[in-house]
């Protein structure tokens, strides 16, 4: 079901026509129980046309199905993430002194020579 989400520029329509295939419902057979024609469904599942959130309500519910929302902490789990990528040594800092040495992760765990 996750393809057909994709198959709409708007979420709306995403909404809608996933709502319809899941219910196993023609776009003419959702539009006969919403009492619109079919062009109609065809062009909120495009994004041709947007509904307000109590149509797009009713024509879930058309379809057997409730839209229901909610709201949630915003997650900036990947925005903080790309910061401390940035933040990351991109090569191998250069030696301050000849008793320095850089230890990268991989090596951790891993015998160490060390040349003079």
């Known amino acids: ?3 057909h989400l994709l198959q709409s520029p708007t ?3 995403s909404l809608v026509l996933s709502a319809r295939l899941k ?5 003419r057979q959702l539009a006969d129980r919403l009492g619109v024609t079919q062009p109609v469904v065809a062009a909120y599942e ?3 046309r947007q509904p307000t959130v109590p149509t797009l309500m009713r ?6 199905f409730d839209l229901r929302l909610s709201l949630a ?3 900036d789990h990947d925005e903080v993430l790309e ?3 940035g933040r990351r ?3 191998e800092p250069e030696l301050k002194s000849d008793s320095e040495i850089w230890i990268s992760p991989a090596q951790i765990g891993r015998p160490i020579s060390i040349h003079q």
């Open 1 to 3: 079901m996750a393809s």
């Open 59 to 64: 024509i879930v519910a058309a379809a057997g």
């Open 89 to 91: 040594p991109r090569e």
């Open 83 to 85: 910061s401390l990528e």
């Open 23 to 27: 219910a196993g419902l023609t776009q």
């Open 73 to 75: 902490p915003h997650d």
């Open 11 to 13: 979420v709306a329509g």
């Open 46 to 48: 495009s994004g041709r």
